[in-house]
């Protein structure tokens, strides 16, 4: 809340958990009591309402609430303006109260404050005493958030303001539109409330806020202070909706449309329709109808609501109500919801149709026959109303005895789709032919006619008797016009030949025969109005519904109404009155007349017959005698006509006979006296307003006049209108224009005008006098004609956008009927244009008031403006003879040509599932200026080269969702498309388009919008890292690899899957039985080795990698996951011995996986742990379907074996070792290793067996093809030991031997052992001679750390590549401690060849912090013979706080050891039970090898065991983990590695002292070393005086002369075959030695020490005798180190000294002529020469030379780790220190 201040001038925001005024707060907390050293008090007393010149005392009360006496003193107020007590002590007793006033006087208005201050014993306390001056303060809220509002609405919400102040304070609102406050000023007492209503009215669509400003104050004084309070609102547009039941699912309507349908007249439908609101905000609305004018009967719709509210979401109902009116009239409405603020508006087209009554007769003609005169037939039909509508009739005939016909009822209403039952009446009282047409007038519809027929014979006269089919050969003779000759002249005219007979028997000319003729196109066509009105008008021409051959009538009547109103006050009952008729005969032939007669009638006529001649007249006296004063008499005389010669002809033939004519003559008159009044009249008019149709045609409307009285009711049409009834002036005729309407009876009155334009628009009134007096009916009536009238929407011009050339452009154009006329309309195009445009519909009808939406199209076939002028042509419905009207329409076009593009050009899909769906969108661009209609194509290209596949064969994978569609201009659409690739492969689709042609037809060429790229792939996994543990945890991981087949693995993962694994495309049970069925060939082993029985389970951990693009769902099912669930009924009961055994896997669940399945993301990964458990011995065999969802299927034969723990066992994964290819013809094949893994518990001595070899070697000239170097050996338990074999092929092609390897006390092994030899020559470079890393998928780097792995290599294999003998080369690599809690310890077990350490790790031990890292060089030496080294480095891993935990075990474990040795307990009560002779003494374990053999343990060994199990035992020391670092390499000879690696070799340091020993010797050495069963020489004097002896040997046949002349002439022999059987030197590397001392000797040695150091610098100068002749000459190197200072150096040869020495070298100089005489004169002459002769002989020594490299790499080592720990930065620039100028001085 907002609380302001007059004081500060300003608001202050407060809310509910902010700090409150100052003044609040004192005044709550003057109100509290608070406790001072056992006083309780108010700590203040405040003054708030006061005023100047008074006092104002308040009282300070002081209690006592501790347990002791209390004494206080006080000092008083300091100011004048507070007083009190004058100081003294007061003294409280425990639980008693001191009362002191304080007296406020002040002086002026402001704020006061004073204290009183207390003391006592325990300290002084103080109340404070203010008195403040009141202000105006409002309380309001900070901001007020009004309802969500509609545009040109309102909403409303109230909030409380609160005066806060002790004063009253008026207050004075301010703010700006759209809001308003209600009440705007006012007046607040004190503490009072006030609601305040604020009001939004917005006006736009939009966030408002705005300020409401509060002036409040002092009411006699002008506000100053102020308060704010933030008014929001936030208004959107509004939207209704209109929704109608017609509106079918679906269908695309312009206007929503309720159709009422066909409604009959006088009754009224209702329907619904909905208003919704899909807005967020209440709209209010207004139903109006669309009609520019007021209807003259009102509008047939109507409507129960006409405004109101919808709330957010809700709809509202709203009944519209059909009253027709007006028969056979179609009405259109069109109700407009009107709301305000919205941005369009909505609209409902209703539309029905008023029907009349149709009523039918069940027979047109009743015929009588032939009734004798003074008799009375009766006949019956049915009066039939088969319409909706209930239908008001009444027979135009008087049934009260002036006619020979009557019916009965003669009047009445017919119920909707009900009958009536009519009788008809003839009296025979003339002996004539009787036939009359007789109209049933019909409520608003045509009145029905019903021909009666008879004919009265008397005795004396017989006429023809008339017959049905006598009245159709009538019609014919009226169609041909022979109906107005006798039938005496129609009979000469026969004669004659004038007409004619046909075959029907009816009369015709002979010029109508063939349709000539010219009466038969003057033929009209009469309506029954028409025919009524022309029987009421007296004009009798039988009339029927065919047509007349002329309008000429037989005979007529006038008048043919008669009014007899007598005013005389003398009438009397036997007075009378007549008028006179006259009728006049239009026929060529004699009539005869006759009027029908009723004897108590008071009308009458004179005479009752007559003769009447052709084309003469004739009068006769209508005499009216009433019988009765003072009533009214009305009735219907008839007259028959009959020519005269068929009454004197008895027997006429049948087409000479015609029925009479019969003409009536209404007749009204009353009996009143002057002066009597008449009767009060009681006459209902339904609709007294009288409506023609607009259009200028004879037109028809029918008038019920109801007598609703007692009396009867006479009525006959004003005078003046009578007289011009049959005028054709007369704008309106009434028929029948007078009458007597009898009690509760009607009269069906029919109007006949014809509307014109001048006729009044307001209408005129049609008098009826009713009962002859005053009483006045009058019928207003409306026949005013109106012209057609069409509008078009808009200016008259339709305007279709730029249109692309050959396609085609659609545009609406509403037309509205303006006239109340019904229309129908015609297009008419030029024929020119016709290939232009067109329009449908092209015709139609418009309903009054109505309005259609046609489509116009255009079609440009240039590029070029168009402008066309079509006409529209319209005219009423009602006739078509009707002149049409004309409405030219402007249309303008323009052709242009336009093109397409897509968004992006080249759209990547990326790696998609083969089989999958894939939607993606391509956005279609039309930045043209014409709309474009297209049709899409497809094609397809396979990018991948290698596939051979049928294009033309191959699905398309891409599918477009629309093939042809339109795109307007400068706009897009999104083209959904999908892919579904079919094989994996790379994917290029063209989309290309063509324009279409308005017919859908094609016209252009194909142009290429985009390509689409994308890969079917399928789900791939691959494995990237294998970690062992538990019982394996001794292999590495290359036999790791190769154990569980990873490589094969991963590249049937990668394979595609053949359609049969896709049988199954997820991961599903298939199979109703345990042997689920297999659909992939693949199958691979996953060996987990072997262990002991017991031992800790075999564990691998494979990482598996998602490489592929897409997430994969991947799953391992064993064989209890693939079979479906039955019921145990369903389940066979009998299993095969493999089904046993794998159950007995799965009971015991020897092996596992977790998890068993899982889902990758693309790039993720997940390790998957693999186990055996060694519960029970023998193999184990279990197949395991890894399947991938949509992909591979791979059969996994998992694979274990668990060895009894005494039984030496070596596990052979296979019984197959193929050998690296080596080519033949090489100096020095290279050693190849098999491993050999101890699975056992035991160790175990193994012997290959040699015969095969000795075999192979005597099959190939004795020459040892494959040689093993160590055939026995020992493999400590869960260790590899290495066979090493040497493989030297004679020939190329592949070698293979069947080698058994016995396992003492254990099973023996036979093994296959393949090689390749391969000519070099032949192939080249590309000859498998360089190093090839068969393990080159085995991941070099560790990804993600196993579980429990604290501490992880920088690289897990290591590949030294090709490199020379001699060579040492050295990598780096990281142990990093990953824990950031655990310190661990470290050390390397390296492996040995030939008992010598090649590999050498430094630091080979150490310890590593959390999170610290150490560098460690690993050193390979390759010395020896050429090898393929594949080793096994491991570091044991432990961590320190177990070493610690075990050290101190061990310590507490020594203590309880050397406490027991000492210290017993006798627990026996008597020592001479249970004395027992000692067990003999045997060996301490069953394992132990006596001879051999194995010894069963005794009873009393397996009890000392079993009481040494329950025993506390020494603790063992905690297993270090293990990780295997794997170092490949392949070393060559020096001379083949010169031939091959010429480019590395500077590359590599020899060392100089593993050269010592030549190849050959080398190879002899490592041949003949000692077998690997004999025991090493250990340290003693054994080993010194074998190092003694060979010693000396060596020595001896070094400085032996023969046998350097023995190895000369034995290299010149030429060897058997291939030379690399032997080293044949092509020179010796010695000169002939003469018998010569150590001296010599000595000397030569130094000239080949002082030799260049590398061979290949040799062979560049002086061929490759001289580097052959280097290596042996190396072999003295160690004797000549010893005497290299004191010998004699030679002089060194240069180039020039060559030239100028005369004797030459290859002499042999005696001792005492070539060194004595050399040495004396270096020693007198240049003694300081020799000195750097010396020096520079000792650099060039292989030691010297390898003391150098050690500390060169020493350096490099001691730099890369001064690095690694951040003591020295390698990227750093050189520091550059320049020195001070040197001075002149």
């Given at each position: 809340m907002a609380t302001c201040d007059k004081d500060d001038q300003s608001a202050t925001l407060q809310g509910p958990g902010e700090p409150q005024r100052p003044e609040e707060l004192h005044r709550r907390a003057s109100s509290q009591r608070s406790c001072f050293h056992g006083v309780e008090l108010w700590p203040e007393l405040l003054w708030e309402d006061w005023e100047l010149g008074r006092e104002f005392t308040k009282t300070l009360f002081l209690k006592n609430i501790h347990s002791k006496l209390q004494k206080l003193q006080f000092r008083p107020p300091t100011s004048k303006y507070f007083t009190t007590l004058l100081p003294q002590i007061i003294i409280l007793s425990p639980g008693t109260s001191f009362s002191m006033p304080v007296t406020f006087r002040p002086h002026e208005k402001c704020h006061y404050e004073d204290s009183i201050e207390f003391q006592d014993k325990d300290g002084c306390f103080q109340v404070s005493l203010r008195a403040t001056v009141p202000c105006h303060a409002l309380e309001v809220p900070e901001s007020v958030l009004l309802p969500l509002c509609a545009v040109q609405h309102s909403s409303r919400i109230t909030f409380l303001f609160k005066n806060v102040s002790m004063l009253q304070t008026s207050f004075q609102w301010e703010c700006d539109a759209p809001f308003q406050l209600i009440p705007e000023h006012g007046l607040l007492k004190p503490r009072q409330e006030c609601c305040v209503t604020v009001v939004f009215r917005p006006q736009e669509a939009l966030v408002y806020q705005c300020e409401a400003c509060c002036r409040f104050g002092d009411e006699r004084e002008e506000a100053g202070s102020r308060c704010t309070v933030l008014l929001q609102g936030l208004a959107k547009y509004p939207f209704l909706q209109v929704r109608s039941p017609n509106r079918e699912e679906g269908e695309e309507q312009d206007i929503p449309a309720l159709h009422f349908g066909s409604v009959a007249v006088g009754c009224s439908v209702q329907k619904h329709f909905d208003i919704l609101n899909p807005c967020p905000v209440t709209a209010s609305f207004s139903l109006s109808q669309l009609r520019e004018e007021k209807l003259l009967l009102g509008s047939e719709f109507s409507c129960n609501v006409t405004s109101g509210e919808v709330a957010p979401g809700a709809s509202l109902r709203v009944k519209v109500t059909y009253a027709p009116f007006i028969v056979d009239t179609v009405s259109v409405d069109y109700l407009s919801i009107n709301c305000p603020g919205t941005l369009s508006k909505s609209q409902l087209k209703v539309t029905g149709k008023c029907i009349g009554p149709i009523v039918t007769l069940s027979s047109s003609v009743v015929d009588f026959g032939c009734v004798e005169q003074g008799q009375e037939v009766l006949r019956t039909l049915e009066l039939i109303n088969s319409s909706p509508a209930r239908a008001v009739y009444q027979w135009d005939l008087d049934c009260s005895g002036h006619s020979i016909f009557s019916i009965h009822p003669a009047e009445g209403t017919l119920h909707p789709h009900s009958c009536t039952l009519l009788k008809v009446f003839y009296r025979a009282t003339q002996p004539i032919v009787h036939y009359r047409r007789v109209a049933c007038l019909v409520l608003h519809g045509d009145p029905t006619f019903l021909d009666i027929i008879g004919t009265c014979h008397s005795e004396l006269q017989q006429p023809t008797i008339l017959r049905p089919r006598h009245l159709v050969l009538y019609h014919l003779h009226q169609c041909y016009g022979l109906t107005q000759y006798p039938p005496d002249l129609l009979r000469t005219m026969l004669q004659e030949g004038m007409v004619h007979l046909d075959q029907n028997g009816a009369l015709y000319r002979p010029e109508q025969e063939s349709g000539q003729g010219p009466d038969s196109a003057t033929a009209i066509e009469s309506t029954p109005m028409e025919e009524y009105f022309q029987a009421c008008s007296g004009r009798i021409a039988p009339l029927s519904h065919s047509s007349s051959?002329?309008?000429?009538?037989?005979?007529?009547?006038?008048?043919?109404?008669?009014?007899?109103?007598?005013?005389?006050?003398?009438?009397?009952?036997?007075?009378?009155?007549?008028?006179?008729?006259?009728?006049?005969?239009?026929?060529?032939?004699?009539?005869?007349?006759?009027?029908?007669?009723?004897?108590?009638?008071?009308?009458?006529?004179?005479?009752?017959?007559?003769?009447?001649?052709?084309?003469?007249?004739?009068?006769?006296?209508?005499?009216?005698?009433?019988?009765?004063?003072?009533?009214?008499?009305?009735?219907?005389?008839?007259?028959?006509?009959?020519?005269?010669?068929?009454?004197?002809?008895?027997?006429?033939?049948?087409?000479?006979?015609?029925?009479?004519?019969?003409?009536?003559?209404?007749?009204?008159?009353?009996?009143?006296?002057?002066?009597?009044?008449?009767?009060?009249?009681?006459?209902?008019?339904?609709?007294?307003?009288?409506?023609?149709?607009?259009?200028?045609?004879?037109?028809?409307?029918?008038?019920l006049f109801q007598n609703n009285g007692d009396l009867p009711l006479a009525f006959h049409l004003d005078l003046d209108w009578a007289l011009n009834l049959s005028s054709p002036a007369t704008p309106v005729c009434v028929a029948p224009s007078c009458g007597l309407i009898r009690p509760g009876e009607h009269q069906i009155l029919t109007l006949r005008t014809t509307p014109s334009e001048e006729s009044p628009k307001k209408g005129f009134n049609l008098s009826f006098q009713l009962n002859a007096a005053k009483h006045v009916q009058e019928l207003t009536v409306f026949n005013v004609a109106e012209k057609p009238c069409v509008s078009f929407e808009g200016d008259g011009c339709l305007y279709f956008p730029p249109t692309s050339v050959g396609s085609q452009s659609q545009c609406s154009l509403r037309i509205k009927n303006l006239s109340h006329l019904p229309l129908r309309f015609q297009w008419k195009l030029p024929e020119q244009d016709e290939k232009l445009i067109s329009v449908e519909p092209d015709s139609g009808q418009l309903q009054a008031s109505e309005s259609a939406v046609q489509s116009w199209f255009f079609s440009p076939l240039e590029e070029m403006m168009y402008t066309l002028k079509p006409n529209l042509t319209f005219w009423p419905i009602q006739t078509s003879g009707y002149e049409k009207s004309y409405l030219p329409l402007n249309v303008i076009g323009q052709g242009c040509k336009g093109s397409l593009q897509a968004e992006n050009e080249v759209i990547e899909l990326g790696q998609m599932l083969v089989g999958s769906c894939r939607s993606f969108e391509v956005q279609l661009v039309n930045s043209s200026l014409c709309t474009i209609s297209f049709c899409l194509s497809v094609q397809q290209t396979l990018l991948d080269k290698e596939l051979l596949l049928d294009l033309d064969t191959e699905p398309n994978a891409l599918k477009l969702d629309i093939a042809r569609g339109t795109i307007v201009s400068h706009s897009r659409i999104l083209l959904q498309s999908t892919v579904i690739p079919q094989r994996r492969a790379c994917y290029q689709w063209t989309i290309s388009y063509q324009t279409q042609s308005a017919s859908g037809s094609v016209f252009s060429s194909p142009q290429r919008v985009c390509d689409v790229r994308g890969e079917g792939v399928f789900p791939t996994l691959q494995v990237t890292d294998a970690h062992s543990g538990g019982s394996v945890d001794g292999l590495s991981k290359v036999q790791l690899w190769n154990l569980f087949s990873l490589d094969g693995l991963n590249e049937h993962l990668f394979a595609i899957p053949s359609p049969l694994e896709l049988t199954y495309r997820t991961l599903t049970k298939r199979s109703l039985h345990r042997g689920s069925p297999i659909f992939t060939t693949t199958m691979l082993d996953f060996n987990f080795s072997a262990a002991p029985l017991g031992s800790e389970p075999s564990t691998v951990l494979l990482m598996f990698d998602n490489t592929g693009p897409i997430t994969v769902h991947w799953a391992f099912l064993f064989p209890e996951d693939q079979p479906i669930e039955l019921e145990y009924w369903a389940e066979m009961l009998e299993s095969s011995s493999a089904e046993l055994h794998q159950m007995r896997i799965q009971d015991n669940n020897l092996f596992g996986i977790s998890p068993r399945s899982g889902t990758l993301l693309p790039g993720q990964q997940r390790a998957v742990h693999f186990s055996y458990r060694h519960d029970f011995t023998g193999a184990d065999r279990l197949p395991v379907l890894l399947k991938l969802s949509h992909g591979r299927e791979i059969l996994l034969n998992f694979l274990g074996t668990t060895v009894e723990r005494n039984r030496p066992y070596l596990h052979f994964p296979s019984s197959r070792h193929v050998f690296t290819p080596i080519a033949i013809g090489g100096f020095s094949p290279p050693r190849q290793a098999y491993e050999l893994y101890n699975g056992g518990a035991v160790p175990a001595c193994y012997e290959v067996d040699t015969a095969p070899l000795r075999q192979l070697q005597t099959d190939n000239f004795n020459h040892p093809v494959l040689d093993c170097l160590n055939p026995r050996g020992e493999v400590p338990p869960g260790k590899t030991a290495m066979l090493e074999w040497v493989f030297s092929p004679l020939e190329a092609k592949i070698y293979k031997v069947d080698v058994s390897i016995h396992i003492q006390e254990g099973e023996s092994m036979l093994m296959t052992f393949e090689g390749c030899g391969f000519d070099s020559r032949a192939t080249g470079f590309s000859a498998p001679l360089h190093f090839h890393d068969t393990q080159q998928n085995v991941p070099r780097l560790q990804k993600v750390p196993s579980p429990g792995q604290v501490v992880l290599l920088s690289e897990e294999r290591m590949s030294l590549g090709d490199i020379p003998v001699g060579s040492c080369p050295t990598r780096i690599l990281f142990l990093t401690n990953v824990s950031h809690t655990d310190t661990i310890h470290y050390s390397w077990e390296l492996p040995k060849l030939d008992n010598q350490q090649v590999v050498q790790v430094k630091p080979d031990h150490g310890s590593l912090c959390p999170g610290e890292s150490a560098l460690c060089v690993l050193k390979l030496t390759s010395s020896g013979l050429p090898a393929l080294y594949q080793l096994n480095p491991i570091c044991q891993v432990t961590l320190a706080a177990a070493l610690s935990h075990y050290h101190d075990a061990l310590c507490h474990w020594e203590e309880e050891r050397e406490r027991q040795q000492h210290e017993f307990t006798l627990t026996?009560?008597?020592?001479?039970?249970?004395?027992?002779?000692?067990?003999?003494?045997?060996?301490?374990?069953?394992?132990?090898?006596?001879?051999?053999?194995?010894?069963?343990?005794?009873?009393?060994?397996?009890?000392?065991?079993?009481?040494?199990?329950?025993?506390?035992?020494?603790?063992?020391?905690p297993r270090p983990a293990l990780l295997h670092l794997g170092v490949t390499a392949r070393s060559h000879g020096l001379l083949d590695y010169q031939i091959h690696f010429l480019d590395q070799l500077d590359k590599f340091y020899l060392q100089r002292s593993f050269q010592s020993k030549?190849?050959?010797?080398?190879?002899?050495?490592?041949?003949?070393?000692?077998?690997?069963?004999?025991?090493?020489?250990?340290?003693?004097?054994?080993?010194?005086?074998?190092?003694?002896?060979?010693?000396?040997?060596?020595?001896?046949l070094l400085n032996d002369p023969t046998f350097h002349q023995s190895l000369a002439s034995g290299a010149s022999e030429l060897p058997p075959c291939f030379k690399q059987l032997r080293e044949s030197l092509p020179s010796s590397p010695f000169t002939p030695p003469s018998p010569t001392s150590s001296t010599s000797s000595s000397h030569q040695i130094l000239q080949s020490s002082s030799a260049p150091l590398f061979p290949s610098r040799q062979l560049s100068s002086g061929g490759a005798d001289t580097g052959l002749r280097e290596q042996c000459h190396m072999l003295g190197r160690a004797e000549s180190a010893g005497q290299l200072i004191s010998s004699r150096p030679p002089t060194p040869q240069k180039p020039c000294q060559q030239r100028t020495q005369e004797t030459p070298h290859t002499q042999n100089p005696t001792p005492t002529q070539n060194t004595h005489p050399t040495w004396e004169m270096c020693q007198y002459t240049h003694k300081d020469h020799v000195q750097r002769r010396v020096k520079e002989s000792i650099r060039r020594c292989a030691e010297f030379?390898?003391?150098?490299?050690?500390?060169?790499?020493?350096?490099?080592?001691?730099?890369?780790?001064?690095?690694?720990?951040?003591?020295?930065?390698?990227?750093?620039q050189p520091s550059t220190i320049s020195l001070p100028p040197v001075s002149k001085q």
């Open positions: 051959y002329s309008s000429s009538p037989h005979i007529t009547v006038e008048p043919a109404e008669l009014l007899f109103y007598r005013r005389s006050s003398f009438l009397s009952s036997s007075s009378s009155s007549s008028q006179s008729v006259s009728i006049t005969n239009h026929t060529k032939g004699k009539l005869s007349l006759v009027w029908t007669t009723a004897p108590d009638s008071p009308f009458s006529v004179s005479p009752s017959s007559s003769q009447l001649g052709p084309l003469k007249s004739t009068s006769f006296r209508v005499i009216y005698t009433p019988m009765q004063l003072n009533t009214f008499h009305g009735a219907q005389l008839e007259c028959f006509a009959v020519y005269k010669a068929l009454q004197d002809c008895h027997e006429a033939e049948e087409w000479m006979l015609c029925p009479p004519w019969c003409v009536t003559v209404r007749v009204i008159g009353h009996s009143f006296q002057l002066g009597k009044e008449h009767f009060i009249p009681h006459c209902h008019v339904q609709h007294p307003q009288v409506i023609f149709p607009v259009l200028s045609v004879p037109s028809y409307r029918t008038v026996e009560t008597d020592f001479r039970e249970g004395v027992r002779t000692l067990p003999p003494i045997r060996a301490k374990s069953s394992n132990a090898m006596l001879g051999g053999t194995c010894v069963r343990p005794t009873q009393a060994e397996q009890r000392a065991q079993r009481e040494s199990a329950t025993a506390w035992r020494r603790p063992e020391p030549s190849p050959s010797q080398a190879s002899t050495s490592s041949r003949t070393m000692p077998p690997a069963g004999l025991p090493p020489l250990i340290h003693g004097p054994e080993r010194d005086i074998l190092t003694h002896t060979f010693t000396s040997l060596l020595m001896s030379s390898d003391i150098c490299e050690e500390v060169l790499l020493n350096t490099l080592q001691n730099l890369m780790m001064e690095a690694f720990l951040g003591e020295m930065v390698l990227s750093s």
